[in-house]
């Protein structure tokens, strides 16, 4: 066991006490959001270099050894910590990191693991271990790509409202009947509410105002209700309809959860996948798809499979520079395929984000995301609470959802009378499962839940939206 880099004085403390057990891909990201986040960090990991890297890097606690074990715990300050997360690779270890924490302590757990037996024992591991949360990356990578099919001209789609409301990223072509209007103008001849939050052109991110107008090129986002979502991509000309069968490179974890996901929306589903084992195993797992034993990678098998003719292409090898290279073969060879891409890696988003590859995932992020929501919602937001969040356009955007807890400033107001500040948009109200395109002559009430979007990244509390 080791212990170094504790650079804090009790002055210097801020936000809330994380203990972090895992130091992979999911962790490092974890430390990177929560750090931002203005949070005192404790990472715990067997590996002396990757603590020693992260530690450093971040300004972060470390300590060497067993995140299970409870003397390793107490030298980390468990007693103190409001929040463990247990991230690394074993899904025992994170299961008994949590328990031992949840016994100790008053914290809240999360727990990743990837066995599917494990996610479906969920409610059971939160009542008997104490668990906060259970987190799958590629459970909620399945879940995202799913919407990304159902809606495939979409790059991004996030739930809101308990799914009753989206967001959803869309690029605009050339003959898009948008172009050249104003965001007042569209919204005046659209059918439904519906909202347009972001415009990207180029390098700029624009919260619009009545008066911003779309370009060719753009990447736009609106928000609605779930069940509009069809009928604007309709009026701006797309076809809506979800895919109707789906390609999947790699018989891995993600690739089960996926390949059930679609198969109960009704869309065929055939699977490549290497390992002879892992393809029987899968032909029972998953008696109502195609799995084909062989090289995904092969140009000649792929092409023997129909990729020409399929209508989404989803590589799941592991690999993320394989993913890509399968990415943009699909997407040479058929014009018409919607292609999501799994990303594991962030060292080169920059140049991914250059490329052609549909919609791109990355599986940390969406953990991250998640804790983080939590983590917001324990730092004594008073009036409201963080319900959802999500970073977009390269981390510049955030959307927020709050749910209002108590009368506070921003309570029974008309929005037009409010001070808001500069790149904020108040994008939906959810009242009682009823979902609303807030007007100016509209106002929020205590149960509502507000989504916000801003490129003021940080809110915790939804007053926090307005001048000072």
């Known amino acids: 066991m080791g212990l170094f880099n504790l650079f804090h004085t009790p002055e210097q403390r801020h936000g809330l006490n994380i203990i972090i057990v895992g130091c992979g891909t999911v962790g490092a990201t974890l430390v990177e959001r929560l750090s931002k986040e203005g949070h005192d960090i404790t990472i715990i990991d067997k590996d002396r270099a990757r603590v020693n890297e992260i530690a450093n890097y971040y300004d972060v606690m470390g300590i060497i050894g067993n995140g299970a074990r409870y003397g390793i715990l107490m030298d980390a300050g468990i007693q103190q910590a409001d929040v463990f997360i247990a991230v690394a690779e074993d899904d025992e270890l994170n299961l008994l990191c949590c328990s031992v924490a949840s016994k100790v302590s008053k914290c809240a757990t999360f727990a990743r693991v990837h066995t599917p037996d494990y996610s479906s024992e969920a409610q059971y591991f939160r009542e008997k271990l104490g668990l906060t949360m259970i987190i799958n990356p590629e459970l909620s990578t399945a879940m995202e790509t799913a919407r990304l099919l159902y809606q495939p001209n979409a790059l991004e789609v996030n739930p809101f409202a308990h799914g009753r409301a989206e967001m959803v990223k869309f690029e605009v072509y050339d003959d898009n009947p948008l172009v050249g209007k104003t965001i007042a103008e569209i919204g005046s001849e659209l059918p439904h509410d519906l909202l347009i939050t972001v415009i990207e052109r180029d390098d700029e991110v624009i919260i619009p105002k009545g008066f911003d107008h779309i370009e060719v090129g753009d990447q736009v986002s609106f928000v609605s209700s779930k069940e509009h979502v069809r009928d604007f991509f309709e009026y701006i000309g797309f076809d809506s309809r979800q895919v109707s069968d789906c390609m999947i490179i790699g018989g891995g974890t993600s690739a089960y959860y996926l390949a059930n996901q679609l198969i109960d929306m009704g869309i065929e589903v055939k699977i490549i996948e290497q390992n002879r084992a892992r393809c029987e195993e899968l032909s029972i797992l998953l008696p109502k798809a195609i799995i084909i034993h062989g090289d995904g990678t092969s140009e000649e098998l792929l092409h023997e499979e129909n990729i020409r003719h399929v209508e989404s292409f989803i590589p799941l090898t592991g690999v993320d520079e394989e993913n890509i290279l399968l990415a943009l073969h699909a997407m040479n060879v058929n014009d018409d395929v919607k292609v999501v891409t799994k990303i594991n890696r962030v060292n080169y988003r920059d140049v991914i984000r250059g490329m052609d ?105 939804i007053n926090q939206i307005l001048e000072k």
Request: charge should be neutral; proline fraction near 3%; hydrophobic fraction near 40%.
């Open 357 to 461: 590859l549909g919609s791109v995932i990355y599986p940390r992020y969406i953990i991250a995301e998640a804790i983080i929501s939590y983590v917001r919602g324990l730092m004594n937001s008073k009036g409201s609470n963080v319900e959802t969040l999500y970073h977009m356009f390269n981390d510049r955007v955030e959307a927020v959802e709050f749910t209002i807890t108590e009368d506070s400033p921003i309570t029974e107001v008309y929005l037009k009378d409010l001070k808001i500040r500069k790149n904020v948009l108040i994008a939906t109200i959810n009242r009682k499962g009823s979902i609303k395109i807030p007007s100016g002559r509209d106002r929020i009430h205590v149960g509502d839940s507000v989504m916000i979007v801003t490129t003021n990244l940080g809110y915790d509390n």
